[in-house]
């Protein structure tokens, strides 16, 4: 079971990063794509500093194997791509042009 999440997480990192990269070459063309990235990286990065809390947390109280930190890592990775790739999405669909 542990192999499958990983192989999942790995596909999801993966994917998330071909869409930002996808998105960035769109985005900096103009005004409103420098105005999505923007507000998608500030939602990114909190998403990045709660789930680095979390796995330090986790990690002082209840002393996790090298296994399933890695796991843990994986799964954090994944969430912050989800995280990455919904805000652009959304910020991209919701913002005016101005």
């Known amino acids: 079971m542990r192999l499958i999440i990983n192989i999942v997480s790995i ?11 996808r998105k ?8 409103k794509g420098y105005k999505v990235m923007a ?3 500030q939602i990114t990065m909190s998403s990045y500093l709660l789930g680095l809390a979390i796995i330090l947390i986790e ?3 209840f002393g996790l194997s090298r296994g399933k930190f890695v796991n843990h890592l ?3 990775g994944a969430f912050v791509s989800v995280v990455n790739v919904g805000s652009l999405w ?6 005016k042009e101005k």
């Open 11 to 21: 596909l999801i990192i993966f994917m998330g990063m071909f869409y930002y990269i």
């Open 24 to 31: 960035t070459m769109k985005f900096r063309e103009d005004e």
């Open 39 to 41: 507000h998608a990286s």
């Open 59 to 61: 990690l002082n109280m």
């Open 74 to 76: 994986l799964i954090y």
């Open 90 to 95: 959304y910020f991209s669909r919701t913002m």
